[in-house]
């Protein structure tokens, strides 16, 4: 049976009730687990409330402000952490961004701005926050991020993202490499198409799900209580034996050719 009682779950990326961050926190709660939750906050505080009112089901016991771009937070964020938990037993980094106009077009015509910028947040923000995390795991512990299938095929007008995912799931078997020995695991979940605040950004994102629905084993995309449950499961015991792995969760269409 799934059970992460008495665990303490940290999760990051929940922007609104479509984001797969938010399946994932659910689950997690479900299971038991305690819940933190972090973030982006912004100068009139909108993302706070929205994010606050969202999550006051799960009854967090940690709700705080993590910009990745700003080290002296990301400091501060985990040094509040270690105050009030202790310890952290899961990571759950469900970030990414890239400018709007880099996600159309070719991929030529990316800007080294933009670049930087989808590469900094969207996969070097793993290894700061598992840095951080790394001292609060002294009992071990699981990570668990987001790709998608971008960053190994390419896929119409992902461009940047792809390569960011690329990126983000190498840094999924260095870290695991590294923090083995530690017992703790790190993993990605490379989740289907699904509607969010995030994927809205991609160029033909309905285009991209109509075709999952059309193609895929399952003939549907998944939910983001799919990806939960599977993030809950590579998070718990049951999954001991599991690091440096990407597990597709889109209804089988990693698997079709024609």
Not at 118 to 125: G, K
Not at 140 to 165: C, E, F, Q
Not at 242 to 252: E, H
């Amino acid at each position: 049976m799934l059970d992460l009682t008495g665990k303490n779950a940290l999760v990051t990326g929940i922007a609104n009730n479509r984001s797969i961050a938010w399946g994932i926190a659910q689950q997690l709660h479900k299971a038991g687990a305690n819940i933190g939750v972090t973030y982006l906050p912004d100068e009139k505080g909108k993302m706070e409330k929205k994010v606050k009112d969202l999550v006051e089901p799960l009854s967090p016991s940690l709700f705080l402000p993590c910009n990745v771009q700003d080290d002296e937070q990301v400091k501060s964020t985990f040094g509040t952490i270690k105050d009030k938990w202790g310890s952290i037993d899961i990571l759950v980094h469900c970030l990414a961004f890239a400018k709007k106009d880099d996600l159309t077009g070719g991929f030529s015509e990316t800007s080294r701005e933009g670049f930087s910028l989808a590469l900094e947040i969207s996969a070097y923000s793993l290894a700061l926050l598992a840095g951080a995390a790394k001292p609060l795991m002294s009992e071990g512990g699981s990570i668990v991020t987001l790709t998608y299938l971008g960053g190994v095929r390419a896929i119409p007008n992902y461009n940047v993202m792809g390569v960011a995912k690329a990126a983000l799931e190498s840094s999924v078997r260095y870290l695991a490499a590294e923090l083995g020995e530690q017992k703790i695991r790190v993993n990605a979940i490379s989740a289907g198409p699904i509607r969010t605040l995030a994927s809205s950004a991609v160029g033909g994102i309905l285009d991209m799900i109509h075709h999952v629905e059309e193609v895929a084993p399952l003939k549907r995309t998944v939910t983001q209580l799919e990806v939960g449950n599977a993030a809950a499961f590579l998070c718990s015991d049951l999954a001991s034996g599991i690091t440096g792995q990407v597990l597709y969760v889109d209804a089988g269409y990693e698997i079709t050719g024609m």
